[in-house]
């Protein structure tokens, strides 16, 4: 009777090893096959940049070029101003990262661990303004910076990053909510006031949390393309979103250098997310610890 019972166990033991598996062969599959599908665009663009234009095309089509060719990226680089283009979209990016870090903290803060009235009602507005899409109030916008004659300026890329964005601020108020209140608490005991708190406490804690917030709005406004089409229009102010524009023609498109092109504009993106990568992570698993 004992040995039938241990029969038992084992094939119940057996199955579900095999279930488990089975499980994990399968999710390791699927995250396989994602991991193809997301990373094909950017494997096209890089074999693509080391083609010729004619390579690009001949069939049948190869994924890999027949002949390597590295004259694509100094071509780019001279067909158009593309260091001017990466200059105004590098001083847009530092001043507009620089913007969202230093209000977005504040903002945040004052909402998690300041009590006063009203600051439920401002949370659960700049939730909502994030249901309202940039297409509705561009335009609005669009005449309020023009009747201050401020188009043609990376004014309205910039200021609006001075007074944060709901995002940001919500991802960071999760992030200081989730601080013990007795840490302030005992702060508080010690005589900081509440600048003190925020400066010597509060910030520092928050590094994961700000890098996460200082990833976004660089990718944001490094690759923003909308907002510069509407605001700018001298070919001395354009970003590189917008000057790349200039490799396609009415009738072709040298695709091969367009990808050269686009490879050095992504590669700063590429390496500065692979430099704050482990803050990053950290930033989003701890940022919804408590509402």
Not at 39 to 55: C, E, G, V, W
Not at 178 to 187: D, F, K, V
């Amino acid at each position: 009777m004992r040995g039938v019972n241990n029969m038992d166990n084992l094939r119940i033991a057996n199955r579900g090893y095999l279930k488990t598996l089975i499980g994990t062969i399968l999710f390791f599959a699927m995250v396989i096959i994602l991991g193809i599908i997301f990373f094909s665009p950017f494997l096209i663009m890089l074999t693509t940049a080391f083609k010729t234009n004619r390579d690009a095309f001949t069939l049948p089509v190869k994924l890999f070029p027949r002949t390597i060719v590295f004259d694509n990226f100094p071509k780019a680089v001279a067909t158009i101003p593309y260091w001017l283009y990466m200059r105004n979209t590098a001083y847009i990016t530092v001043l507009s990262v620089m913007g969202q870090i230093i209000i977005t903290p504040m903002v945040a803060y004052s909402l998690a661990k300041i009590q006063w009235k009203g600051s439920r009602i401002i949370s659960g507005l700049l939730m909502a303004t994030m249901m309202i899409p940039f297409t509705v109030t561009m335009i609005p916008l669009y005449r309020i910076y023009s009747q201050l004659h401020l188009t043609n300026t990376y004014v309205p890329l910039i200021l609006p990053t001075f007074f944060g964005k709901a995002f940001y601020i919500i991802i960071v108020r999760q992030f200081f909510a989730g601080l013990p209140n007795s840490l302030m608490e005992a702060a508080r005991i010690d005589g900081a006031n509440e600048f003190q708190r925020y400066v010597q406490i509060a910030l520092p804690l928050s590094k994961p949390a700000l890098t996460t917030v200082g990833i976004y709005a660089f990718l944001d406004a490094w690759s923003d393309y909308l907002a510069p089409m509407i605001y700018i229009s001298k070919p001395d102010k354009l970003t590189l979103s917008l000057g790349m524009q200039q490799f396609l023609s009415q009738y072709s498109v040298d695709w091969a250098l367009l990808m050269a092109a686009a490879l050095i504009f992504v590669f700063p993106v590429i390496v500065f997310f692979l430099f704050f990568q482990r803050y990053f992570v950290q930033g989003i698993s701890t940022s919804g610890l408590k509402a």
